[in-house]
């Protein structure tokens, strides 16, 4: 990665800091056998529906690759928030296999392949994804991302939310389907009682007894952990045939060949990470220059 802009002498300068990380270990070859083909739960199809033109030689800005910019940005934003403020994510969920969150151990997270805080599992995962990787198939995952230390008062009501602008965040990494803020939807199963999050003082200060809102209330931090969650499904690049059309209207199953991730979740950990930086480093800069 070059810093083509933006920083001098170990500062920044105020301009627009532009980063360059160049795409060197592609095969478009690779790509050949499905010029003419729609890669099923790929964007080839939309792409060429919108555009009426699409670059088969990878998925281009649909394509996990483009991720790469996110963690260059994240750690520009972690530099904005300061030390205080730490953010980690861990894989949680491979395909239908949990972790035992009795287990979580964030000093494991390094020491796995998985980004997984449970020691235990980590065999487990590592059997069922090499299976899955034997079969040509592919399997989503689970990622949760934490961030401690974050001050009361980020975000705003209705229109500037902290948790809206999350989400919104966390769903534009490509392959991801679904976002959750705190207990999420298995908020929906409890009563009212149960999810509130009872406040009391200690040493003249609030506290809150649960977390189950994340974090945020109203739009607003809290000054509790900001808890998020995001589902990445099973990559559509798989050497397992599936059913297609080529452009022409033809019916033809569809393998793409080359050097694919049996579960590309497992990358998306520092890329959500990234982009907790980046929403909670956008609202800090907002909330500065609203309050002082």
Known sequence: ?????????????????????????????????????????HADLTYDQKYGIRDYRGGGRSSARETASRVAAGAVARRILGDDIKIRGALVQLGPHKIDR????????????????????VPQWEDYLAGIRKDGLS??????????????????????????????????????????????????????????????MKDGKVVFGANHAGGILGGISSGQPIVARFAVKPTSSMLAPVPSVTR?????????????????????VPVGEAMMACVLADHHLRHRGQIG
């Open 102 to 121: 009795t287990r979580w151990d964030w000093e494991q997270v390094e020491k796995n392949p998985f980004f997984c805080p449970d020691a235990a599992v």
């Open 1 to 41: 990665m070059r810093i083509l802009s933006g920083v001098f002498e170990g500062q920044t300068t105020g301009t627009p800091i532009s980063l360059l990380i160049e795409n060197t270990d592609q095969r478009s070859k690779d790509y050949g056998d499905i010029a003419q083909t729609y890669r099923p739960g």
């Open 139 to 200: 399997i989503g995952a689970v990622i949760e991302v934490i961030a401690e230390n974050v001050p009361a008062g980020l975000g705003a009501p209705i229109y500037g939310k902290l948790d809206s602008d999350l989400a919104a965040a966390l769903m534009s990494i490509n392959a991801v389907k679904g976002v959750e803020i705190g207990d999420g939807f298995a908020s929906a199963a409890l009563t009212g009682v149960e999810n509130a999050d009872p406040l009391s």
């Open 248 to 268: 022409d209207g033809q019916e033809k199953d569809v393998i793409t060949k080359g050097r694919h991730d049996p579960c590309v979740g497992i990358r998306a």
